[in-house]
């Protein structure tokens, strides 16, 4: 994606830039701290799916500056139902909640309620405790392993599939000939 391209699409009037950090189709990893800059300096808000980065990389949302993140359970080999939101605090805190009930909601009175801080806010009815042990122990898990072991791994099956594939003649192999940019998906053309 060039400079160019993404000028044409955040410019003045965009309002919200939604990215994948990494591609499901092709695996590649898209430049989120250029995209991230160009938004925030025409004063657009970016939220980013990291359901394809996070289980396969250190994300830092911080040094990202994403305005939300979000990703799921289960694409880290955890529970499904459950996922994270990252959302900076005074975004969060000018929002409303969308759902109304249960732990969310402060204090009633007669013309209104109060609603919890951040993030209890927005977390209407009952938690789903159980994925949420799950998730942190899957979290715990690949923390453990560690992203590097991780991603040699990936590249080690990246490599052998693209090498079984590519010796094929009817195979076409899309995005780039070079493994270490798939971040573990291959897609192809038969």
């Known amino acids: 994606m060039t400079d160019e391209e993404l000028q044409k699409g955040i410019n003045e009037r965009t309002r919200l830039v939604a990215v994948a950090q990494v591609s499901n189709v092709l695996g590649c ?3 989120l701290q250029k995209i991230t800059e160009m938004a925030h ?3 657009t808000v970016v939220v980013v799916d990291g359901a394809q980065s996070v289980p396969h990389m250190p994300v ?3 040094a990202l500056d994403a305005d939300f993140l979000a990703f799921s359970g289960h694409k880290l080999m955890g529970p499904m139902g459950i996922g ?3 959302g900076k605090r005074e975004l969060l805190e000018k929002m409303p909640p969308f759902l109304t009930g249960g732990e969310m909601i402060d204090s009633v009175h007669r013309d209104g309620a109060v609603f919890a801080p951040v ?3 927005f977390e209407a009815g009952t938690v789903n405790a159980a994925g949420a042990v ?3 122990a899957v979290i715990r898990y690949l923390q453990e392993k560690g992203f590097d072991y991780i991603q040699k791994k990936e590249l080690e099956l990246t490599q052998r599939a693209m090498e079984g594939l590519g010796a094929l003649p009817y195979v076409h192999i899309l995005g780039s000939k070079d493994p270490a940019n798939h971040t573990g998906i291959v897609s ?3």
């Open 29 to 31: 990893v898209n430049p």
């Open 41 to 43: 300096r025409v004063g």
């Open 60 to 62: 830092d949302v911080q």
């Open 84 to 86: 994270c939101l990252y």
């Open 119 to 121: 993030p209890q806010k």
């Open 134 to 136: 799950g998730l942190a």
């Open 188 to 190: 192809f053309t038969i």
